[in-house]
């Protein structure tokens, strides 16, 4: 009962990490900024949703077995990250500077 | 359940519908990724778990990377889809018809079918098929002579290929992006836990030959981009590869004679003896299925 | 009469398959539509890959009866998917084969 209800908490906990992340893939200037939104508040998310269902799993296995997913996405998400940046870099969009006019503003 | 039923089919229309309409290549191949991955939650919500991990390994995974790659090995004068685009307002409205049409006529013929089934003639021979998970007793043993024809084509497919041109290799990624070459040393060992497992587990759950096989090709494509390639142009390595590549074909048909031989029936296999038949075939059939599709990828025929 | 006919047919299936029922076939139609009006090769092997989806997700909705869930259809499934893997393996070599200049081999 114990587990369950902080398996709820744990799973809304997450909730607003991803509307965080989303709202910053949409708003965010450049390629950058964006990746840095979807990485960071996206694998918080999910690890809070892991986090919530491991809680909630009947055995220690299946438990660890969720947590095994949250650290396999931690690698592919934050190496995709840096493919993407890479290549975004080396095709010529150089990240955007502090006194760049905004061309996204109110888009 | 209903809430979740209406997500994932607006989350497919939507996506196949950016995958046929929208112009540009890359987001069409993107889009068709995402598609394969919701097609494998609705499998999972189908109750069709073997269905669902192939197609989140090829669907989703295999055929992006062979269209991608492609894509980007085509002359930039092919890669634009701009003209469609002023097209499609005018065909607008034919092509609803053709789709309320064609969709209405499907969806009530669909509904109206008879679903009958062999749900309890297959539970009624499973004793003695040699397996415990019904999925594999039929792809290995009830309808092994279906499996050891799509085989067979798919054997077809690498040799049309090889038939075709020299193979394309991949452009080399690991000078230009390290982190690759470190991600695929990092989960190597976890494609092949995962392949044994699918394997050792195919028997009574779940798993089996086809999502082994796609889980690990995944794998080998992962090496491919990381430049571990040249194993494949030299001769004793080339051998060996095709044999392998025929192992799964080799060994179904040899055990078909073998059936054809003891019971006198093709592919007849005596009950106590099944299970080892199957385990056989099993790891012959995946460890082709995974070159097959690790082969694939290269568009040619390894040579030096 | 059609909301009635559809109503019935859907108190027999159960609302899951109905709705599935109805995506597959949109999803066959209008990759039917693509598959024979779109220019670019490659637009017409995606259309193909959808059309291919949509068959699998009416074999796997026959495969819900009554009895229980039939593995036959299941099976079926996991052979075609790879079978589809393969005819876009090589379409997409023979694609590429006709802007490549040296001699096959």
Known sequence: MMGDLLGIALILLSLPFFIASTVGLLRFPDVYARLHALTKADNVGLGLICLGLAVQADSVAVGLKIVLIWGLLLLASSTGATLISTSALRHGHPPRQRNDVDKHAGR | MLAVDLLLTLAALATAGQCLLLPGLFRAVANLMAFGLVMALIWVRLDAPDVALAEAAIGAGITGALLLTAVGQLPASQRQLHHEHYRVPRRFIPMTIIVVFVGGVLWATMLALPKVGLVKEIAAVLPESGAEHAVTAILLNLRGIDTLLEIAVMLCAVAAIWSLQRAIPPPALELNYPGLTTLARWLHPLFLLTFSYFLWQGTHAPGGAFPAGAVLGAGGVLLLLTGSIGWMYRHYYNQLLRWLLAAGLLLFLATALAGLLMTGSLYGLPPQLAGYFIIAIEVAAALSIALMLMTFYLFGRPRS | ?105
């Not at chain 3, 009469?1 to 597959?24: E, K, N, P, R």
């Not at chain 3, 989806?53 to 259809?73: E, K």
């Open chain 3, 1 to 105: 009469m059609i909301t009635t006919m559809t109503q019935s047919l859907i108190h027999v299936t159960g609302t899951t398959d109905a709705l599935f029922a109805l995506l597959a076939s949109i999803l066959a139609a209008m990759a039917l539509v693509s598959l024979f009006t779109a220019r670019h090769l490659i637009r017409r092997l995606l259309a193909l890959n959808i059309l291919s989806s949509a068959v699998f997700l009416l074999l796997v909705l026959t495969a819900r009866t009554a009895n229980g869930i039939d593995p036959v259809p299941h099976a079926l499934v996991l052979t075609g998917i790879v079978v589809a893997v393969s005819t876009t393996a090589v379409v997409l070599a023979l694609y590429l084969r006709r802007y490549r200049r040296e001699p096959p081999c």
